[in-house]
């Protein structure tokens, strides 16, 4: 597609229960990668995908995050038993060459756990 | 660990006025990038920078890479009700992740 499209935009869910978030990057793009943003802070590295495979899974703040890419195309972020510290905005952003320098992000999903 | 500390973290301005922030670290970098954030959208590179004492425009907006490679600084002039958002700075934390700044709040007085 023309721009990283991620979905949904907005996602309220209860205190246990499991998330999908979806990114979909820019075709032709072979690195994708998620952020979360706290309120009022600064990006925080999640995870990197170079095509299906993610060399980098250092920034999931914990075994109830996970993440895949199939077809290098569509990423999927699943958070399971949801708490209230997952609340944040989730960003998801790709670029041709895995430069620092060339990403391109999505809307976000804004997550509130309740 | 690597750390950007970014200030202001938020500015009232009248609209005419010139806009400077500055992003600091505790480490060099190689590349520094700063980046506008809008209401309910991911954040679009404004400037990119790569070598210490670059001084790089775009529009009204220059950015200094400092010579110290540990520091830069974002200016604004002539402020315009569309200059509204959120400021950040980033700099590599490797060769596909960024490290950011907490952000820097423009807010134009009505």
């Known amino acids: 597609g023309a721009g990283v499209s991620q979905s949904p935009s907005n996602k309220v869910t209860e205190k246990g229960k499991d998330v999908e978030l979806r990114c979909d990057p820019i075709s032709g793009h072979t690195a994708l990668y998620w952020y979360r943003q706290s309120l009022g802070q600064g990006l925080e590295f999640l995870i990197y995908?170079?095509?299906?495979?993610?060399?980098?899974k250092s920034g999931l703040p914990s075994d109830r995050f996970s993440a895949e890419r199939t077809g290098g195309s569509v990423s999927t972020l699943t958070i399971q038993r949801t708490q209230q510290e997952d609340s944040a905005v989730y960003l998801c952003?790709?670029?041709?060459?895995?430069?620092?320098?060339?990403?391109?992000f999505g809307s976000g999903t804004r997550l509130t756990v309740v | 660990g690597q750390q950007l500390n970014q200030s202001p973290q938020s500015m009232f301005i009248q609209e005419g006025e010139d806009v400077s922030m500055n992003c600091t670290s505790s480490?060099?970098?190689?590349?520094w990038l700063w980046y506008k954030q809008e209401p309910g959208e991911g954040p679009v590179l404004l400037i990119a920078l790569y070598k210490a004492g670059e001084l790089t425009s775009n529009g009204r907006l220059t950015a200094q890479f400092g010579i110290t490679r540990k520091d830069s600084f974002l200016n604004i002039s002539a402020s315009i009700p569309s200059d509204v958002g959120i400021y950040f700075c980033?700099?590599?934390?490797?060769?596909?992740?960024?490290?950011w700044g907490a952000g820097t709040k423009l807010i134009i007085k009505p």
């Open positions: 995908f170079q095509g299906n495979s993610a060399p980098d």
């Open positions: 952003a790709s670029s041709s060459q895995g430069t620092n320098y060339g990403y391109t």
């Open positions: 980033a700099g590599p934390q490797s060769n596909y992740q960024l490290i």
């Open positions: 480490s060099i970098f190689n590349t």
